[in-house]
């Protein structure tokens, strides 16, 4: 997997992955390319799919590892195995132990689960292996990596962790398409994208209090000057090849 140099910030945002496997991959910066699969013409002059791309962090599994769904329970394969195991709630090898020796007397004993069966046929939950921290306030947004294409074995749920308050295992929710097809992972491919999420616009009231221009009689004449600088002032001879681009990247370097 290619991903690009991203630029250093001195600003801490609160954001903190912890490791618990010791073979967990540490997070990257997700980054503007979507991996290098991006089109050429998409990087170069597409802002809106840039920045999509480039939201939060990458997240990888553990360890290389197969699954198989026959259909009736989930197979699970990685290296030092010779047969395939089924998958109910699997240990992370020699985890355990590890999770034991460094966790307090009261915490022994509750070392997460690496991957576990759910009682939807061909469905999982697979753990990075990480715990991540938000700020109060900062919710984890976790979703498979944005504008990469996408695998059409496996459907990856997207859901909001409330990492403020919640301090456990940072896992994903997996649904297997096919049967009798081998789902491979590896741990230089990315299996998550996790971004911060204001809590404050997550709320009934936040979506319900919008405002609502009923009809083009009601805009002001900022809306249309706004609309003039927008499209009219960029089309045919007057517009320039990533005009939006440009002005995007240079405002935030402001």
Not at 147 to 175: A, M, Q, S, V
Request: hydrophobic content about 35%; charged content about 25%.
């Amino acid at each position: 997997m290619r991903s690009l140099a991203q630029p250093e910030s001195d600003r801490d945002v609160g954001i903190k992955f912890l490791r618990m496997i010791p073979s967990a991959v540490k997070p990257i910066p997700a980054d503007s390319s979507a991996s290098g699969t991006l089109p050429v013409r998409a990087y170069r002059y597409c802002e809106p799919v840039r920045l999509a791309s480039q939201l939060g962090w990458y997240v990888f599994p553990p360890i290389d590892f197969r699954l198989v769904w026959d259909g009736r329970v989930i197979l699970f394969k990685c290296a030092g195995l010779d047969s395939w195991m089924q998958v109910d709630a699997l240990q992370f090898p020699k985890f355990k132990g590890q999770f034991d020796a460094s966790a307090p007397a009261d915490v022994r004993g509750y070392s997460p689960p690496f991957i576990s069966a759910v009682p939807e046929g061909g469905s999982f939950q697979l753990w990075s292996g990480l715990v991540l921290k938000t700020p109060p306030g900062v919710f984890a947004y976790v979703r498979s990596p944005i504008n990469h294409t996408p695998d059409n074995h496996t459907f990856t749920y997207e859901g909001i962790i409330e990492t403020d308050t919640w301090f456990g295992p940072l896992f994903t929710n997996i649904k297997i398409l096919k049967t009798d097809t081998e789902i491979i992972y590896r741990r230089n491919q990315p299996i998550l994208q996790v971004y911060p999420v204001n809590s404050d616009f997550l709320s009934l009231a936040a979506v319900r209090d919008f405002g609502f221009v009923e009809s083009l009689d009601e805009y002001e004449e900022k809306d249309w000057a706004d609309y003039k600088d927008t499209i009219v002032d960029r089309v045919g001879p007057k517009r320039k090849k990533g005009s939006y681009a440009r002005q995007s990247r240079k405002s935030k370097r402001q």
